[in-house]
Structure formats: C-alpha cells, structure tokens
C-alpha cells in the first residue's frame, strides 16, 4: 500500500544538471523524515541528502551542488543536481523514514554522468 515512485534520472554531461523526484503514496507523508541515498558498481549504499529532525544534512561531495527539498502537500521529495561529474553515476533511491513507525525505499532511479 506504500508507494515511493522515482523519476528524473537519465544520462547527462558532466557539469549538467538533473533534478530527481520522489513521490510518496499510502503514508502520512509529514510523519516521516526524508532522504536520497545512492549506489554505484560494487560500492556501498550512501546518503546523499537528508532532511530529518527537521535539520538538512548533506554528504561531503554533495554540498554546494546538491539541494534536497520536500513538498508536503505533494508528498514529494526532490533532489537539485547540479555540476554533474562522472563519480556521481549511480543507482539513487529515495527513503522515507519514522524510527517509530517504518522505512520505505523507492525503487531506484539510474543516473549517468558522461564526459
């Protein structure tokens, strides 16, 4: 009955920009935390972005290019990619979470960065 549904992913240049959705079903959306985390080739999980605790929190590489923003009455969860570079390829996946309650992860949007 939850849903977490990714778009915006594709292939894009280095220096380029992309801007990741994540729209939310089947919850109470202003309950739960939100996140972006990503994946690449034989690498671990990693948070991208956060916004939890009602505090902003941002990976190293990620500051000053990326912006993690929420629409509660959306229930959507965004991520603004600027300056693309080739490390950024990766698998990124959206997570809403309440420690009290549950998780849920999206299924996963392929970005690409090319030179």
């Known amino acids: 009955q939850v849903h977490l549904v990714e778009s915006g992913g594709g292939l894009v240049q280095a220096g380029g920009s992309l801007r990741l959705s994540c729209v939310a079903s089947?919850?109470?959306?202003?309950?739960?935390?939100v996140g972006w985390y990503r994946q690449a080739p034989g690498m671990q999980r990693d948070l991208v972005a956060s916004i939890s605790g009602g505090t902003t929190n941002y990976a190293d590489y990620a500051k000053g290019r990326f912006t993690i923003s929420r629409d509660n009455a959306k229930s959507t969860v965004y991520l603004q990619m600027n300056s693309l570079k080739l490390e950024d390829t990766a698998i990124y996946y959206c997570?809403?979470?309440?420690?009290?309650?549950?998780?849920?992860w999206g299924q996963g949007t392929q970005v690409t960065v090319s030179s």
């Open positions: 089947g919850v109470t959306f202003n309950h739960y935390d």
């Open positions: 997570q809403i979470n309440n420690p009290l309650i549950a998780y849920y």
